[in-house]
């Protein structure tokens, strides 16, 4: 198992990003979250197999359909084995 923090950069809020984050966690079966950070990025922390979290983050390279994604940066976590589910924060 592994924990990714990710945080994408561009055009990623208004656009339906936060939900498309969550649709994507429970297709490939992750637990984190997910939300809008002030400066206009979006963060997230995904974990679970690191085959699904590398797809998770092709994804969220890629954003849903009207994001323009400019920049997104990946960094290592410490994995939470309690951790059951995916949230969208501030939905």
């Known amino acids: 198992m592994v924990r990714k923090r990710i945080v994408a950069a561009g055009l990623v809020q208004c656009v339906g990003f936060r939900w498309f984050a969550g649709q994507n ?6 637990t984190g979250w997910v939300c809008n950070r002030e400066d206009g990025t979006v963060e997230m922390e995904v974990q679970g197999a690191a085959e699904a ?6 994804a ?4 849903p359909r009207y994001a323009e994604v400019t920049h997104i940066e990946v960094e290592g976590r410490k994995p939470d084995p ?4 995916f949230h969208v924060r501030g939905a």
């Open 60 to 63: 969220a390279a890629r954003g």
């Open 25 to 30: 966690a429970a297709r490939l079966g992750l």
């Open 53 to 58: 979290v590398d797809a998770f983050i092709g």
């Open 82 to 85: 309690d951790e059951r589910s």
